[in-house]
């Protein structure tokens, strides 16, 4: 650990530590080779589950186990249980893997048993003699609460919020997309440097078009209004600035083009500096040129300039302005 | 003997209590004196019941002013006749303040252990009052980017103004030249400002009583600000349960007397007598006790080698035989030519709670922290019809969210600074109330009022400055929102060098390690042999 001091260890200290660790070694390497005997055996017993969930403990990303657990399960404890059964089984395996996240958050084979539990989740309970969907549900709904608190704590985790799509997909009574674009919004407002939320939101945004819902007018309106505040507040951040990319898309609407490179050209007026505003401006005036406005010499030469700015500003990336000034 | 002291510290308030509490750890013999029946002296807190009791002594009818005197003087200019029932649940601090998130004062808390006297919570959203209406004051990135009445090319500026004071501008090339401007033309010349905006930045993130205060000295404020903003939340700011100041003060004092200061309230100083050595006739001669300070009622006077004492304490007869312990350059108000001279202030306990319309957050976008009842609100000056042009007058709410009220009231502190003395309280602060009030719906009704005026010396005070000296007078404190808390930390701090210099002169201290380490060997327990 950081600034932990390591004091001088006597010899008798060491060989102490090495002992400790050697039988801990040999107890894991025993544990394991049980395991795998027993796997190899097919062996579907409830001491064999138990047996798992030791090894597991010790190293959640040995995923060989992940399987054979459920193979456990699938052929030796499901065929003995009634749906209810199952349930609580299940159930207690997501409460298992939520503790298992909070110690290893991002351990991929954690987030796949679980996707398998709620996949398994039978339909129940029986309500009127039918069987209903509140089981599913129940847990579904727990594992969206669960998904948005490891967002809460840390909101620029991809993982969790591709996992939260997953969820949102899975869920038997689907929620309306917007209640996910006011997600998107709180978590944008909260800090609008998080490249997931923007682009959480423009997936919304893409279903909702593909559906017809959209105002064709009103929403870009909105949304560069919400971005451009992003842009003047902090003109470095590249989430902004790449959802604002996503907004202009193939660049065929010429009024919004020229607008919003008239927005961008006074935010460079405020912050000369900018090499995002100049980036941008370069991207643009080139999709003017090539969409709408293929003569333009004015146009040629103000990317020209910004070319030879950026090259000045980010000399790093000097031969890669050469090159789109080239062609 | 068991009347013998190593110091005697005048007065509880909140800075020498401090002093008090790290004197004593520091292994010193401390005697802690206040003739008031109660902790905290200027800075104390008082149930309903005791404030109308100290406000009969300060009415307007025994009142004359006393134009030299170090004192802060207090008149009484109206209380409302009737005391409310549950009188002593409510918690009425004199000289209300919030604690910064950031800074000497919490430090002080943390290390003295103090903190775990008392509970705190998170201030909540300051706002400023503009054209009528309350508005939220942006204090960092996201509350800026949430905020739409802030036009584009203001959120840039305002931003890139943040980033600047935010870091280390004393040697940047914006401010060369013009450190004692008014802060108002700097942030228009350097930083493009607009009016609006720069309203904002004057009085509600440097705190500024008034317009055209200077430059740098802003700017360190608005600098502590935005360091404290994100520590525990998003408000820079905590306060204390139980009315804050007078608790806090109480708890440093509690502090002291565990370890064996020993405490005496409620007994008026008769006398203070200077020992000189050798002098005839004396039978202590052989004591080397210097200062003998006589108390009503106490048989045996106490002695000391050292006094410590607030302005207030000094007896005149003593005044120039003191020492001033000096402020450091950054909160001496006298450095600035815009000296407090007096405050208008008011207590008002209202029916239900004082809430605010939140005019410019993001509707989408839940109040994440919770609704406190502790605000914080700056009227500017010249925002108010009938206000002042010239003073920015601060308000600060409290409730049962810091238990400071009994459920279902709330209290309403009003401060005005004031150039000069004299005048209304009731008078100058009405308006400011009447503003608070009706915005609540439904209208917040008030039940108790006390108006009354806060007069602080026009002067230093006499005395030697800067002489090491075994009679030491603490920095006046003056009252400050936002920024009191740190000064007393400061001025406590001073403090106790001060009287360890003079008590211990051989001993020598890294000053580096505070005021809060054990200077007796015998507390090192808690540190890990191994590591």
């Given at each position: 650990m950081h600034n932990v001091k390591r004091g001088p260890q006597s010899q008798a200290a060491i060989q102490a530590r090495k002992e400790r660790e050697r039988s801990k070694i040999s107890e894991y390497l025993a544990l394991t080779e049980d395991v795998i005997s027993r796997k190899k055996a097919s062996d579907w017993s409830q001491e064999a589950f138990d047996q798992t969930q030791h090894l597991l403990q010790l190293n959640p990303e040995f995923y060989t186990i992940w399987n054979y657990r459920r193979n456990i399960m699938l052929n030796g404890i499901f065929p003995r249980s009634t749906p209810e059964e199952i349930n609580n089984l299940l159930a207690n395996e997501l409460v298992m893997t939520t503790t298992a996240l909070k110690a290893h958050p991002k351990v991929y084979w954690i987030w796949n048993h679980r996707r398998w539990c709620l996949e398994n989740v039978?339909?129940?309970?029986?309500?009127d003699d039918q069987p209903s969907l509140q089981w599913r549900k129940a847990n579904w709904d727990r594992e969206l609460a669960v998904v948005e608190k490891m967002l809460d704590a840390d909101a620029r985790n991809f993982q969790a919020w591709n996992y939260r799509r997953y969820v949102l997909a899975s869920l038997p009574v689907q929620r309306p997309e917007t209640s996910d674009l006011a997600y998107t919004t709180r978590k944008i407002s909260a800090s609008f440097s998080n490249f997931s939320a923007w682009h959480q939101r423009s997936k919304v945004y893409s279903s909702l078009w593909n559906a017809g819902q959209l105002d064709p007018y009103l929403m870009p309106t909105k949304e560069f209004e919400l971005v451009h505040n992003a842009l003047y507040t902090?003109?470095?951040?590249q989430s902004a600035w790449i959802y604002h990319r996503w907004l202009i898309?193939?660049?065929?609407?010429m009024e919004q083009l020229q607008q919003e490179v008239a927005v961008i050209e006074e935010l460079l007026g405020e912050q000369p500096d900018s090499k995002w505003c100049m980036d941008s401006l370069v991207y643009y005036n080139r999709l003017i040129l090539e969409?709408?406005?293929?003569?333009s010499e004015e146009l040629r030469q103000r990317c020209l300039d910004l070319l030879q700015e950026l090259a000045n500003i980010d000399s790093p990336r000097k031969l890669r302005y050469q090159e789109i000034g080239g062609c | 003997m068991e009347n013998e002291f190593d110091v005697i510290v005048l007065g509880t308030g909140l800075s020498e209590s401090i002093s008090a509490a790290a004197l004593a750890r520091a292994g010193l013999k401390v005697a802690h004196i206040d003739p008031?029946?109660?902790?905290?002296?200027?800075e104390a807190t008082l149930t309903l019941d005791e404030l109308c009791q100290w406000a009969d002594t300060h009415t307007s009818s025994n009142f004359t002013l006393?134009?030299?005197?170090q004192s802060i003087q207090y008149q009484v200019?109206?209380?409302?006749p009737d005391i409310l029932p549950h009188s002593k649940q409510y918690s009425l601090s004199l000289s209300p303040s919030v604690i910064p998130s950031v800074g000497p004062f919490i430090s002080s808390l943390v290390s003295s252990g103090v903190a775990r006297y008392g509970s705190f919570k998170l201030l909540g959203p300051v706002s400023l009052y503009h054209d009528g209406q309350f508005t939220s004051v942006p204090q960092n990135k996201e509350s800026i980017f949430q905020d739409?009445?802030?036009?584009l090319i203001e959120k840039r500026r305002l931003m890139r103004f943040l980033m600047f004071a935010s870091g280390?501008?004393?040697?940047?090339p914006e401010l060369q030249g013009k450190e004692n401007i008014p802060f108002d033309e700097f942030l228009r010349q350097s930083?493009?400002?607009?009016e609006n905006i720069a309203q904002v930045v004057i009085?509600?993130?440097?705190?500024?009583?008034?317009?055209?205060?200077?430059?740098l000295m802003a700017l360190h404020r608005v600098r502590s600000c935005l360091r404290s903003?994100?520590?525990?939340?998003?408000?820079p700011f905590l306060v204390g349960y139980y009315g804050g100041s007078g608790e806090i003060a109480q708890g440093f004092c509690r502090s002291a007397a565990v370890n064996g200061g020993v405490y005496i309230l409620?007994?008026?100083?008769?006398n203070i007598v200077i020992n000189e050595p050798l002098?005839?006739?004396?039978?202590?001669?052989?004591?080397?006790?210097r200062y003998s300070v006589e108390l009503d009622d106490f048989p045996d006077p106490l002695r000391s080698s050292c006094l410590l004492s607030s302005?207030?304490?000094?007896p005149d007869y003593l005044r120039l035989h003191a020492t001033r312990i000096p402020t450091s350059d950054?909160?001496?108000?006298?450095?600035?030519?815009?000296?407090?001279?007096?405050m208008a202030r008011c207590i008002v306990i209202v029916d239900g709670a004082v809430s605010l319309p939140r005019?410019?957050?993001?509707?989408?976008?839940?109040?994440?922290e919770g609704e406190s009842d502790s605000l914080l609100v700056v009227f500017p000056?010249?925002?108010?019809?009938?206000?002042?042009?010239i003073s920015s007058v601060h308000v600060l709410t409290a409730g049962p969210g810091t238990m400071s009220?009994?459920?279902g009231k709330s209290i309403v502190h009003l401060s005005m600074p004031l150039y000069e003395r004299g005048g209304s309280s009731k008078d100058l602060l009405d308006p400011y109330l009447a503003a608070m009030l009706s915005t609540s719906s439904p209208s917040a009704k008030p039940l108790f009022q006390l108006f009354y005026m806060q007069y602080f010396p026009s002067?230093?005070?006499g005395g030697r400055a800067g002489v090491t000296s075994d009679f030491c007078v603490s920095p006046a404190l003056q009252p400050d929102i936002p920024q009191s808390a740190d000064h007393a930390a400061q001025h406590a701090e001073r403090s106790f060098w001060h009287v360890m210099q003079s008590v211990r002169p051989g001993l020598s201290l890294e000053k580096e390690q505070g005021i809060w380490t054990n200077v007796d060997i015998g507390n090192i327990g808690d540190e890990d042999p191994e590591w």
């Open positions: 039978p339909d129940g309970p029986a309500v902090d003109p470095d951040d898309g193939s660049g065929d609407n969409k709408h406005r293929p003569g | 008031n029946a109660y902790y905290g002296a200027d006393e134009r030299e005197s200019q109206y209380r409302s739409r009445t802030i036009p280390d501008f004393e040697n940047s930083f493009s400002l607009g009085f509600a993130l440097a705190y500024c009583n008034f317009s055209g205060e200077s430059t903003t994100g520590r525990y939340g998003s408000s409620g007994r008026r100083i008769s002098s005839p006739g004396d039978h202590d001669q052989e004591s080397s006790y302005p207030s304490h000094v950054n909160c001496s108000p006298s450095a600035s030519h815009h000296r407090v001279l007096a005019l410019n957050g993001s509707d989408d976008v839940p109040h994440s000056p010249g925002s108010l019809n009938h206000g002042s042009m009220a009994p459920t002067t230093d005070g």
